[in-house]
């Protein structure tokens, strides 16, 4: 009895499914090409079709076990539904539509970073990887920033770095130098203060000597610092002699041989030019002869 109340149960539940489908409207099928397409919420519900489909395959990419040539499949038929949808999102802005394109996602690489990798195997730019299929092989380099190469710096921009610095010129501006050197160089200027003192002590009392007539009475210093004196004076003299010389021989030059002056250097120049050409133009008897009258006129030019 259960048998038969099972078998038509089954029955009617196949009655009502043939009858909830002869009541449905046979199934669209999406236009091949979206210029076919006359109506914007048309375009929209295929738009949105396409992107459904996108997830779906998007989400099955993911999974890294299907094997690299099913992932090579999955991510060239989601490049060819993303393909689609721009021809649909296109038609939509020419039905008066909104612009979808414009805030489409980027491509990103394993870290998240927007990148656009060119295609290698000749499908375009715009071609994308998507989940597994970015760690395939061949496909994880494209993705792989490039090692950056230290550029060698030229001679022109090693000299470009230099500046005051490089040659110490701003040491003392931080005043380590300052600190360090300022008393040393307070005691070195009271040394040498000192010794100029006692220097000057010593070469007065070596001038009274002299001028008293006590020469016996100073000291091997003090004579030793007036024989220096004097070769210094001598020096001088001796330097001031020669400076005269020298310009008494450069005042005193003197030419032995004549000079013409500028109009006399002209006429001689025109004279040469004129020979010239007589020489090219006439023949050697008509000089002679040109010669010869200049003689008996006394011409002397």
Not at 11 to 29: D, G, Q, S, V
Not at 47 to 56: F, H, S, T
């Amino acid at each position: 009895m259960a048998r038969n109340e099972e078998k038509a149960q089954s029955m009617l539940n196949r009655f009502i499914t043939m009858k909830a489908e002869e009541k449905k409207k046979p199934k669209e099928r999406r236009p091949f090409l979206a210029s076919e397409c006359r109506d914007q919420s048309e375009a929209d519900k295929w738009r949105q079709q396409i992107m459904r489909e996108i997830g779906r395959k998007v989400a099955e990419i993911q999974n890294e076990g299907l094997g690299e040539h099913r992932l090579r499949d999955l991510n060239d038929e989601i490049n060819k539904l993303i393909r689609e949808k721009s021809h649909w999102e296109r038609r939509i802005v020419e039905l008066g539509g909104h612009n979808h394109a414009k805030y489409s996602a980027k491509m990103t690489d394993l870290d998240g970073n927007i990148v656009d990798v060119p295609n290698p195997g000749g499908r375009g730019p715009g071609y994308r990887y998507f989940g597994a299929a970015k760690k395939l092989p061949g496909v994880k380099e494209l993705f792989e920033k490039p090692p950056e190469l230290r550029k060698r710096r030229t001679r022109y921009d090693i000299y470009k770095r230099i500046d005051a610095s490089y040659y110490g010129y701003r040491d003392q501006e931080d005043g380590v130098l300052e600190r360090l050197e300022g008393p040393a160089e307070e005691a070195m200027r009271r040394e040498a203060a000192e010794e100029w003192r006692r220097l000057d002590e010593v070469r007065r009392e070596a001038r009274k000597g002299v001028k008293s007539g006590e020469v016996a009475e100073v000291s091997a210093v003090a004579r030793e610092m007036l024989r220096e004196e004097e070769e210094e004076v001598v020096e001088e003299e001796r330097e001031r002699e020669r400076e005269k010389e020298e310009k008494r021989e450069r005042r005193e030059f003197i030419v032995h041989v004549p000079l013409p002056d500028e109009k006399e250097i002209e006429r001689r120049v025109l004279e040469k030019k004129k020979m010239e050409l007589l020489s090219k133009y006439v023949s050697e008897g008509l000089m002679e002869e040109q010669t010869e009258a200049k003689d008996m006129l006394n011409i002397q030019r």
